[in-house]
Structure formats: C-alpha cells, structure tokens
C-alpha cells in the first residue's frame, strides 16, 4: 500500500476533540492511520504540515455557480476552484440556473461538469416548483433520484402558503429535504438594504426584519404541521434565533445557518453606496451580528458563502439597481479568520460551523478520523495575500476584499484524498 504521508501539521477537528501535532497517513482515499506509521506499506508523497492546520473539509451549504446559464459572471470549474481556494471539498449550488435546475437532464449536466472540473464536489440543490415559479410542484421525487442532496426555491417566492404547505407535504412523504428562505416578498420586494437609521440617512427603501421573521413564523408552524425535514437558509436577524430556539425547544429538529458577510459586515458597510454590500439578505445592524456570531460559538448555527458571482457591468449602477449577490469563495476562510483573530467567533466553532454542521445537514461525514474518506484542508493560518481582483479565482468581481491584505491561506485541499487544489 502507498502512501500520502503528511507531517507534523496541527489536526483540529472538533467532532473528534482533536487538536494535536500529529503525522496522519492516506491510502485509497482513506484516512489509514493518525499519530502512527502503519505496520507495512510504503509513503509514495509526503507533505510538509509544520506550522500549518490540517482540519475537515469545508461544505458550503449554497453557493452560485452560474452554470449553466450566465456564462458571462463564472462556471462550475471557475467556481469550484475558488471555492477550493478557501478549504471547501464539498458546495451545495443553488437551483437558478438558466435553465433552472428542475429536472433530472439539468441536473446531471450539473454534476458532469463538476466532474470533469475536478475540484470541489458540487451537491446539486434541485427547485421546488417549476421554473422557480412557486407554481406548480417540481418532480421533487425525480431530482432526488438524480442526485438532489435538498430541494430549495433559492429566494424564489412561493405563491403563496398553500403551495408552501404542498411543497412540505410531498417533501415529508418522501423524506427529502428541504431548504427554505425565509423571506416575505410583499416587505422585502422594494428594499435594497436593511430597514434603519442608516438607510433613512441614505434616503433608501429598507427590508425590515419582519419580511425574514414573518416568513419564518409561516415556515416553523408549516414544518410542525408536515413534519419535513427542513433547513432554513441565510438567517440574518437575531429575532429570527429567538424563533428558531423556540422551534427546537418545542421539539422540532430544524437546523440552519448564516451568510458569512452577515456575520463580518453590517448595515454601516453601505456607507458611500458601495454597490458591493448589496446583498440578499440584506446586512443588518451591529446587535443582529453580534446575536448571530453568538449562535455560533454556541453551536446553533452554521455558516454558508452566500457566494454569488457577478461581472463588472452587474454592480456599475446605483446602489439600489445593482444587481445583489457579493463574490466571496477566494476570500471565505481569511474573513472568517479575521473573526477569530479578534476573537468573535472560536477557532473550533468556525470548524463546526463551516464543515461539521453543513456535513451533517447534507448526508456527509467530514471528520480527521481513521477509516473515513480523506477530505480536508491544510492551512496555514500566518500566510497573507493582498486580493487584487485580476488574480481572483472567481470569474465574479463583486468583492469588497480587494486591495486587502488578509492572512490565512489555503495550501492544499484534499477530497477523497485525491489533491485538487494547492
């Protein structure tokens, strides 16, 4: 048997409550041995970890791959990289394709071009209704069978709660996720940022707190009546924690989590009409963020890239045209960093957030343990590099990194214990 060999890197998986230096051994795609040398065998590549973290591989929980569709703003490939780029072995993309991810034929063209692409493996979330229309029912049953890990409406609206509740019920039958945005439409539709003292200053339309929470309310009793099993994606509000505990606490096993952007920016970010920080859901204010890194520390709540990928022209007009969405995959793990480095968000909560959580809503298993597959992320936390959008790995431009100088950076990624990246 042969061997990667990678030594005396720092293993931290908090699932494991591991944290040492240690030499860990990889055949067949498989972690074979930790902290020992196996009995026989011979090590066919060794990599040098001093000074680095080795740590499970990130799964993101929804990101815009552009593909198929818009050409113009990225691919699976370029994505898919980029997304490496920041420790992600696994990425749950988002159904608004064009055209929309709603049959098998979509789906599969999906999963062949993140194949050939060969970097991170990419989840397909199927839609929910038809064309995203919150219409008519989706083959909800179909796109599972073509590899749908969840089914989601994107921020598509449904029409409204009848629909909502047919969606939950045939999802129930079948036990196929489902990942739902709370968003009411009728609250949120004309605003381009939060609803508070800073857009009143700024003289623009806010999306108050209540277009999340009300959809929320609506959701929480839908999925006690149905008995689905649901994710709610990209909460932004604290109001909408107190909710979901409430939920939990009633007995309802309902997971969620966080755009990263929500937890490192707020409202104030908007100041000057930077067209970057309009984004869906919108920044909110400093007391939501800081209600949002506390869930967590504590294990509440996971953290997604809300990565969407825009050219240019898409964020060129005024704040409240341009078009939402913020490109983050190549900046991903040094922002987060930087939340750890000030000491908002624990270096084992970021792990637990941003791998072990999203691994468990999606099916997978990510963890630094003997005999499971080898996807993992070696990084080293004292790197820096300066964004320059030109050298960005994500075809989208959108991004308020650039002409930063962030640390941490990604040396190698591992999936199935095959490198893809570094």
Known sequence: ??????????????????????????????????????????????????????????????????????????????????????????????????????????????????AKAGYAKVLPLGALTQGLAGEQLAAMFSLHEAGCVALSNARAPFKDSYVLRRVMEYAATYDIPVFLNPDDAALSAAGCMHEGPVATRMGLTGIPRTAETIALAQMLLLIEQTGVRAHISQISCGRSLDMLRQARAGGLKITADTPLANLVYTDEAVAGYNSQFNVRPPLRAEADRQALLAAVNAGELAISSNHRPHEVAAKKSTFSDAEPGMSIYDAFLPLALQLVERG????????????????????????????????????????????????????GRNTPIAGQTLKGAVSAVFVDGRKVFG
Request: glycine content about 8%; proline content about 5%.
């Open 1 to 114: 048997m042969r061997y990667l060999h990678i030594h005396n890197a720092r293993l931290i998986d908090p699932a494991q409550q591991l944290d040492q230096v240690a030499d860990i051994y990889v055949a067949e795609g498989r972690i074979k041995a930790i902290g020992h040398k196996p009995a026989s065998g011979e090590i066919e590549h060794s990599v040098d970890g001093s000074g680095q973290w080795l740590v499970p591989g990130l799964v993101d929980l929804g990101g815009h791959l552009a593909e198929p569709g818009f050409a113009h703003k990225g691919s699976i490939a370029s994505e898919t990289r980029a997304a490496c780029a920041s420790g992600f072995t696994h990425v749950c993309s988002l159904p608004d394709t064009k055209p929309v991810a709603d049959s098998g034929a979509v789906v599969q063209l999906i999963l062949e071009k993140a």
């Open 344 to 395: 908002e968000l624990q270096l084992n909560a970021l792990i637990t957030a941003a791998s072990q959580l999203p691994a468990a809503v999606t099916g997978l298993s990510q963890s630094l343990q003997e005999g499971q597959w080898f996807n993992a992320a070696l990084i080293n936390p004292a790197s820096e590099r300066t964004f320059r959008r030109s050298q960005l790995l994500s075809k």
